[in-house]
């Protein structure tokens, strides 16, 4: 079989670039019926119902159906009533009739792809009334895209999947199809908001603010026909390095107004502008610190200048000594964001959200849910997760994330029964991820990554759903038609990828092991004497990080009861965080009832074996999709096992060098 | 005081780079009395014998002396004698008179600058007839410059003096007048041969053979009226990536023919032009392997191009397996140069000269001799040595190289009474360098590494040389009329500074533990489990690399005798190259009669304590020197003792950890 991705320019993007989950045949089952769409004139988001317009009449050309008036006996009716109550949309089946409404054109649209991932079973089912509403009117993507191709990063920071659709050659892009089909992909999966440029902002990025604004409109201009608002990445030195002034203390009367005076011109060019995201204070990036102000004086001087205009101001809450002594072992880089943002609580403007990575460090393969996200009850704040797979295998490695993010959205910070950290969020923040996309043909480097941007989206509108549920909607959609063996197959790849992950990476919640700089591959002692604060301390009788508040840093004691009390004890707490709670011998027995220096050896075997298992099923699948497809997953599963293989020799060897314990099972460790 | 060095152009080189080893000063000896040139016309090198001259012209000028005639009385005479015989110059003192005689030009401005180099105490001594001639004719630098700036290694690979002086903005610099400077500095300590470009040709390099003939052209001539010939390095690949043809196969006819029409535009070019440099088959660069061929199949097809030129090839031995598996102890780096190059013995055509590394790895703090130097006895072999301090302290450390060298190039590979690394190499070879400058102010980035400079050009002349006198010499000259306070201390910091870095690096020889890619600063573990044949195998009972015949990789055995049996013990085994032979406990007791743990702590505790007494002794004499050179020196030494402090640490805990053996005098070890 061939691809239906087509070789693009001379810029190396795709001309044509894979469908993801929107190939065109996703949309017969609407497409072969009788669609009436029903849009009062003057209607605001006006380009955002010209879409939903667009979208049917390409469906009903492409198989068959047609568009017809209301009463010309529609199958479908998509109407928008401006005058309905609600965030989300209305869905009754009534006898031969399914109607989808809304009170809004963005919420409408959803409505339209709704129907389109539930397929011939959205018309067929017996009558019925639903409300779909997501939990949450904050559903973003920062892409950390640098204009500029950065010396070491490149076009994007963390980026895995080439360079950015919205930037190339030191500019924006002329060609933005590429930012549009993604803004379509994006909607498709609720997804509302998106900061197009780098948290790192660097000189030219700094730059969109200012004289780039052309630019930015150019942009948003392909993002709002999707109900997408664009949101700018600025750094806190903006006054004094686009502005000319010589501080950028948030209390100093200058900088406010020329915050106010910037926010005006971005909102004068861009009427539906988002906000801006703001990371201060945090690895090398300018902050109020400089200034004697904390985190809140920074943030409410930037809400004030966007308030007048409803924008927001996202501000990171990733905050830390990243030039840590490692000798000092009374620092502990997890505690950071809770010290810095716990005592602020109730100091943030209305219109801040504080954007909080979901465990203490960045983002592990395992690490604790932060304890910052349970200490903030007067603040709005925002879940933050990293689609793209910066240390889960950079998109060489099939890892479905799904399950990992449906762990941390369940968890319940205040023990069984209370909130979960989805409820907690969403009550007057949201949720926010770093994207995976680029310039690839397959949009994310493996096309299985595409699993990831797809069950952020829907998590994000709804986190109770079932990840591997989400899994099978994005396999359906995405190879539509497909033999139930393919289908079936790739479920099997990714369904626990993620837990085949940390089996072959790092052991029980240290983390990293990773080469620095880059992060791919095993370095088991590479940040171990460096300034990052990311240490796991083995030696020859154990490993781990004493964090308890008895013994170690204390971080355990950010916790609400009851984690504090089951972190705080190498006995109560869960085997798979065990090491980044405790420092333990080797001799140590888990819960699994296997010693800690076993476990090591059993789970690097295991892991490696699964990833084994991965390349068997998709060898027995592989002739039944296209062969650029086949090709592209077969090189990447290829890489993944050698790379799992190195992780679990090199994990096995330096902890039997170190231990002198041997493999229970006489396996070869070198 | 203020300095001499005058701030650059917008391409930040010094308008006036420091004068080094040719302060006007010293010329006062020559330039205050009456000179006399005799130059006989029509000389060859005509333009080397203009320089005598103008050098004589510069120096009477500044200093009141005068230009005579021979019959003018003069104190000193420098005169061509074309009919006298040797390589060198000759010094006659015959009452009031000095007279310096040579054959050619170029051994005549040796022996001018022999006279600066002596001072007042050339003219002051008794009678006597001196000659004064190279062991060798081979006296070369190798610039590891790039035209074009590399994304990874910059300008200069391994350069740690700034930029280029060649090069800059991808293209050979308008101005040359740094090159000129630079020239002069190294006729003055006699060196006669310069490769311009970086041993790893890349593409744009790669066509300075080509169409680039005009801009080496341009630098010979700048390089020629210091009697010095440019050479190129090459990539053995050309006639496929410059000529369009499909192989480079060196016994193909159209390879051939390609090679010798590309000699004979490049001498056509320049007609003086020396020899090509050639790293084939290493670390990337392509080679004869390719296409079934020895390195003598490739060296010698390159040769009969040259030869009719009487150019030369110098062909690096440097080849070894830089995708090995860690995993996989049978293979040792160290054994490579010698099993590749020793079969090959003979050969090798007259004018190719094989050049080896000093030591089997790469330029470590402390390696064994190669043995291949002592394995080639009828081929031409130069010995290579790293002036540019890659894994001595990058010029951020002052280390004095002086003594390492001296070391190498007295050892006697059979034993003693039998000849020299010197003697072996000068036979029908000569010496080599990687050069540690660029358009730094002071050239090299650290003032004193300078001293690194002066003391190989010395010791290619005369290996015999004691690197502590040459030392004092190189002082003498660079700070001229300094108190003699100030002459101490810097002879002080730097006399045994070698040992110095050697004791709070790597231990006993096992060498790296070195951050990868950049090799500087220490990270124990940074090679242990990479494809590049650097290991320590330290693990929780011992550490270093068994290389015995009888139980290890066999490296010893490609020693001669004695060396052969001395190496192959742990009980004869110097300590010093230890745990580069063979893998012993941490409590194995050395020579010195300390453990190998105690060993670690000690020396890496004494270490720190050497550079605290560098800092003081510079802190002593800094304000007998000018500004800017004490707060070069000054920063520089500060990175110093903050980077040993670094190297102590780590080192101290990742042996602590492993062995879990406390130090005997209970000092801190984190």
Same mark, same amino acid.
């Given at each position: 079989m061939t691809s239906d991705i087509v070789d693009g320019g001379p810029d190396g993007s795709a001309a044509v670039p894979h469908p993801a989950w929107? #190939?065109? /045949? /996703?949309f017969a089952p609407i497409g072969r019926r009788r669609v009436a769409v029903v849009l009062p004139d003057g209607n605001d988001d006006a380009e955002v119902a010209a879409t939903v317009r667009r979208e049917v009449a390409a469906a009903t050309s492409a198989h068959g159906g047609s568009v017809v008036g209301p009463d010309e006996h529609p199958d479908l009716v998509l109407v928008l009533e401006p005058t309905a109550t609600g965030s989300g949309f209305r869905v009754v089946r009534d006898g031969d009739r399914l109607t989808v409404s809304a009170a809004r054109p963005t919420a409408l649209l959803h409505g339209l792809f709704h129907v389109v991932r539930l397929g011939e079973a959205a018309f067929d089912g017996p009558d019925g009334d639903e409300q779909h509403s997501p939990v949450s009117g904050l559903r973003m993507l920062n892409h950390w895209d640098n204009v500029a191709s950065h010396p070491r990063h490149g076009q994007v920071e963390r980026g895995y999947s080439g360079g950015s659709i919205f930037y190339a050659d030191g500019a924006v892009r002329t060609d933005l199809s590429r930012v549009a089909a993604y803004a379509r992909l994006l909607a498709a999966i609720g997804i509302d908001q998106v900061a197009i440029n780098n948290v790192n902002v660097a000189a030219r990025e700094a730059r969109l603010l200012t004289d780039g604004l052309d630019d930015v409109a150019r942009i948003a201009a392909v993002l709002r026909p999707y109900g997408i608002r664009t949101h700018l990445s600025v750094s806190f030195a903006s006054p004094i390095t686009l502005g000319g002034l010589t501080t950028s203390d948030p209390l100093d009367a200058d900088v406010r107004t020329w915050w106010r005076d910037t926010a005006a011109r971005v909102w004068g060019a861009v009427g539906d502008f988002g906000g801006f995201v703001v990371k201060a204070d945090s690895e090398g990036q300018p902050g109020p610190f400089a200034y004697g102000r904390d985190h809140a004086d920074g943030a409410n001087m930037l809400a004030e200048a966007v308030a007048p205009y409803g924008g927001l101001i996202h501000w990171r809450a990733f905050v830390y000594n990243h030039r840590q002594d490692w000798r000092d072992r009374s620092t502990d880089r997890a505690r950071a964001a809770f010290d810095h943002f716990a005592p602020l609580d109730g100091h943030f403007a209305e219109n801040v959200v504080v954007q909080v990575k979901h465990g203490p460090m960045d983002f592990q393969v395992r690490e604790p849910v932060s304890p910052l996200l349970a200490a903030l009850p007067r603040t709005r704040v925002a879940l933050e997760l990293q689609v793209t797979q910066e240390y889960t295998g950079q998109q060489r490695h099939a890892v479905y994330l799904g399950p990992e993010w449906s762990e941390i959205l369940r968890w319940q910070a205040r023990g069984d029964g209370t909130p979960t950290v989805a409820e907690d969020v969403a009550r007057a923040g949201g949720f926010t991820a770093v994207s995976n996309v680029g310039d690839d043909p397959y949009w994310t480097?493996? #096309?299985? /990554?595409q699993a990831n941007l797809y069950a952020f989206g829907r998590l994000a509108w709804d986190p109770t759903l079932d990840p591997s549920d989400l899994l099978d909607e994005w396999v359906t959609l995405t190879f539509p038609g497909a033999p139930a063996a393919l289908r079936e197959a790739i479920h099997a790849i990714l369904d626990e990828s993620w837990l085949t992950y940390e089996q072959y990476t790092t052991p029980l919640g240290v983390g990293f092991m990773v080469r620095p700089g880059h992060h791919y591959g095993p370095d088991v002692d590479g940040y171990e004497y460096t300034p990052w604060g990311t240490y796991h301390f083995a030696d020859r009788d154990g490993v781990g990080v004493d964090r308890s508040s008895a013994t170690g840093t204390g971080y355990a004691g950010q916790y609400p009861e009851p984690w504090r009390d089951v972190y705080e004890s190498a006995e109560s707490c869960p085997d798979e965080l065990l090491l980044f709670f405790h420092h333990v011998p080797y001799t140590h027995v888990l819960h699994s009832g296997t010693t800690v220096i076993q476990h090591i050896y059993d789970t690097h075997f295991a892991g490696v074996e699964r990833v084994e298992r991965m390349v068997e099923a998709w060898e027995s699948v592989a002739h039944l999709t296209d062969d650029d497809l086949t090709a592209r997953v077969r090189e990447r599963l290829a890489e993944q096992l050698r790379s799992a293989v190195e992780w679990r020799d090199q994990v096995n060897t330096y902890f039997w060098r170190k231990s002198g314990i041997a493999d229970a099972h006489g396996r070869v460790i070198h």
């Open positions: 929107l #190939p065109t /045949a /996703a480097g493996h #096309p299985f /990554a």
